[in-house]
T-cell receptor
Framework: NAGVMQNPRHLVRRRGQEARLRCSPMKGHSHVYWYRQLPEEGLKFMVYLQKENIIDESGMPKERFSAEFPKEGPSILRIQQVVRGDSAAYFC?????????????????FGQGTRLTVV | KQEVTQIPAALSVPEGENLVLNCSFTDSAIYNLQWFRQDPGKGLTSLLLIQSSQREQTSGRLNASLDKSSGRSTLYIAASQPGDSATYLCAGKHYGQNFVFGPGTRLSVLP
């Protein structure tokens, strides 16, 4: 059972380009979380998705950022018209049960992250 | 709004010492608390998960405790080794909400 897979591991984009970050959750996990880690800062929640649904996007910037988790395929975090301030490590986590679960384990497993550099 | 803090921010100890990392959270209505390890330039590795109904969890040389009433969790590392050097993060989770992370404790174990 492979862990959470993120690709690419490193991504370089020029200002104004689009960045697409992919996350494949662990087998059997249908809940995905995206976090951003700025240099020398902690992890900040961005968005929580379940298959075909955005459950909580309270941490997402209002503009340029979007996320999806289609019925088939990986979850995608998309950043349009990137700026230098978007440079960060973006981590994806998956869990077998969602935030609203009252029973069972909601342990989160993280991928290795995508390090985005905007030049 | 849940806030998570960690003390100390950085810690340097000689190999073989037992040490304690602290995590505090402002809202005691926590659903579970998870400790992670992050190596430089790498992702997060889950170490221990404590459910709200539990008081502690153990894995090898690691022991994590949870005291909801005081809003604290501690991670105890016994007989530290240079390979334990990393940043340790705690994250609290409320029912229906996402994980909220502390800023981390950067640990260096000197040979």
């Amino acid at each position: 059972n492979a862990g959470v897979m993120q690709n690419p591991r490193h991504l370089v984009r020029r200002r104004g380009q689009e960045a697409r970050l992919r996350c494949s959750p662990m087998k059997g996990h249908s809940h995905v979380y995206w976090y951003r880690q700025l240099p020398e800062e902690g992890l900040k929640f961005m968005v929580y998705l379940q298959k075909e649904n955005i459950i909580d996007e309270s941490g997402m910037p209002k503009e340029r950022f979007s996320a999806e988790f289609p019925k088939e395929g990986p979850s995608i975090l998309r950043i349009q018209q990137v700026v230098r301030g978007d440079s960060a490590a973006y981590f994806c986590a998956s869990s077998p049960l969602g935030q609203g679960a009252t029973t069972g384990i909601t342990e989160a497993f993280f991928g290795q992250g995508t390090r985005l550099t905007v030049v | 709004k849940q806030e998570v803090t960690q003390i100390p921010a950085a810690l340097s100890v000689p190999e073989g010492e037992n040490l304690v990392l602290n995590c505090s959270f402002t809202d005691s209505a926590i659903y579970n608390l998870q400790w992670f390890r992050q190596d430089p330039g790498k992702g997060l590795t889950s170490l221990l998960l404590i459910q709200s109904s539990q008081r502690e969890q153990t894995s090898g040389r690691l022991n994590a405790s949870l005291d909801k009433s005081s809003g604290r969790s501690t991670l105890y590392i016994a007989a530290s080794q240079p390979g334990d050097s990393a940043t340790y993060l705690c994250a609290g989770k409320h029912y229906g909400q996402n994980f909220v992370f502390g800023p981390g404790t950067r640990l260096s174990v000197l040979p």
